[in-house]
Nanobody, 117 residues
Framework: EVQVVESGGGLVQPGGSLRLSCAAS????????MSWVRQAPGKGLEWVSD????????NYADSVKGRFTISRDNAKNTLYLQMNSLKPEDTAVYYC??????????WGQGTSVTVSS
């Protein structure tokens, strides 16, 4: 069974940092490109970042470029998102998914990030 479990969210002040993790199981993690996607309150899903299967290529939405860093540890079947210089508009539930995320079906519960003073 394909499964992902996101963690690491929380409440942080503007300008702060968080590191999200996504533990994957039920598939050969090292064979798949992965994505982070978020959903802000009252809005639809928004792509944030993705990384290829070996971690050599990354992409970012303009809204997070220069502030967020995606990475992965294939030995641990884990995807990460380092988020720095957080802004209130980064408040959302963050999900990880296999790429292409629009076709992914085995969504986890997500991890909630709130950026507020």
């Amino acid at each position: 069974e394909v499964q992902v479990v996101e963690s690491g969210g929380g409440l942080v002040q503007p300008g702060g940092s968080l590191r999200l993790s996504c533990a994957a199981s039920g598939f050969t993690f090292s064979s798949y490109a992965m994505s982070w996607v978020r959903q802000a309150p009252g809005k639809g899903l928004e792509w944030v970042s993705d990384i290829n299967s070996i971690g050599s290529s990354t992409n970012y939405a303009d809204s997070v470029k220069g502030r967020f860093t995606i990475s992965r540890d294939n030995a641990k079947n884990t995807l990460y998102l380092q988020m720095n210089s957080l802004k209130p508009e980064d408040t959302a539930v963050y999900y990880c998914a296999r790429r292409p995320w629009k076709e992914y079906k085995s969504w986890g519960q997500g991890t909630s990030v709130t950026v507020s003073s």
